[in-house]
Nanobody, 124 residues
């Protein structure tokens, strides 16, 4: 069992930045790929970014490529999402998730554990 707790969300103006953190405990964090998803009101949960178990590979949704950066610190059991040049359309609840395996996955089905989410609101 992996327990995930997100932090770092909040209200920011368009063009601003935030860094989300996801602290993991109770399981094999370092042997799992990690991902970030988001869900806006009335919309389905969508993939944002993912990183492989050692951090050597990452993948991004086209909508955030070049603006968001995912990273991880296996010594601290933490994964991060740095978000720059934020836009109002980035407003959503952001979820951290631990994959079932070591390699990058982009669909919710491939993730075994989820955090409770943190709200990100970008004002125009």
């Amino acid at each position: 069992q992996v327990h995930l707790v997100e932090s770092g969300g909040g209200l920011v103006q368009a063009g601003g930045s935030l860094r989300l953190s996801c602290a993991a405990s109770g399981g094999t964090f370092s042997s799992r790929a990690m991902g970030w998803f988001r869900q806006a009101p009335g919309k389905e949960r969508e993939f944002v970014a993912a990183i492989s178990w050692l951090g050597g590979r990452s993948r991004y949704a086209d909508s955030v490529k070049g603006r968001f950066t995912i990273s991880r610190d296996n010594a601290e059991n933490t994964v991060y999402l740095r978000m720059d040049s934020l836009r109002p359309e980035d407003t959503a609840v952001y979820y951290c998730a631990a994959a079932s395996g070591q390699y990058i996955a982009t669909i919710p089905f491939d993730y075994a554990y989820w955090g409770q989410g943190t709200q990100v609101t970008v004002s125009s």
